[in-house]
């Protein structure tokens, strides 16, 4: 996990099993791009893992429009964004850049985690 990861820790030190991400809010429930609830429970890591990358790339996308209409603003005798607001939204989308390769690695962790049990069950 990057530092920018706030998600509780479990008191062995690793990630609790439900984040702020996973319980339920008006926000995130509001633009899912995927309706978790529509599906088999096994299909629901996938949905929520999917939701968070849809949720991050809208968010990169809208700050590329805007600091590509940045980038146009002074052709255009515009006053352009100052410093502080374009290195904040870089920022942002390092952030969100980051958030979305979480939500994979965190997902990818569960799956090997359950390989790893299901192998240990004898059957």
């Known amino acids: 996990m990057s530092t920018s ?4 820790l479990a008191s062995d030190g690793k990630r609790a099993a439900v984040s702020e991400f996973e319980e339920s809010n008006q926000y995130n429930g509001r633009y899912d791009r995927i309706d978790a609830s529509k599906l088999p429970s096994a299909e629901s890591g996938p949905a929520y893992v999917l939701n968070g990358i849809h949720r991050a790339l809208t968010g990169i996308a809208v700050i590329n429009t805007i600091l590509s209409n ?9 006053e352009p964004l100052n410093g502080y607001m374009t290195g904040g939204l870089h920022s942002a989308i390092q952030a969100l850049a980051e958030m979305a390769i979480d939500k994979i690695e965190i997902y990818a962790d569960r799956i090997d985690e359950v390989r790893q049990e299901n192998q240990a069950v004898p059957q």
């Open 70 to 78: 940045d980038m146009l603003s002074s052709d255009n005798g515009l």
């Open 5 to 8: 990861d706030f998600t509780q």
